[in-house]
């Protein structure tokens, strides 16, 4: 349940704290922690396209974010961008 040492190394710290301070530097930050619940999101549940748009209008609503944001279907992003949880 404890453990000894870290669970993310110092490199990736900064790295995420560098992330952080930079949007929060150009945006405004959300008041409070957005929680994946109807009280904070309008959009319906599914998998549909719609649905992807809707979810991240909300974000973008919490996240007071204005620039136009593109949704592309995963099986159309370089394999670099892609993430296999599954993967070792």
């Known amino acids: ?4 040492r ?7 710290r900064f790295w995420i704290n560098e992330c952080f301070d930079w949007f929060d ?3 405004e930050p959300p008041k409070g922690p ?3 619940t109807k009280a904070f999101f309008n959009a319906q549940t599914g998998t549909n396209p ?14 007071n ?3 136009e944001v ?7 992003l ?6 296999d949880f599954q993967s070792l």
């Open 6 to 12: 870290p669970t993310v190394s110092d490199d990736l």
């Open 1 to 4: 349940m404890f453990w000894s």
């Open 50 to 63: 719609e649905t992807a748009e809707f979810v991240l209008e909300d974000i973008k609503r919490h996240m």
């Open 25 to 27: 530097e150009r945006f």
């Open 78 to 83: 370089p394999a670099e961008n892609r993430i």
């Open 65 to 67: 974010f204005k620039a």
């Open 70 to 76: 593109n949704i592309l279907p995963l099986n159309t």
């Open 34 to 36: 957005v929680l994946p």
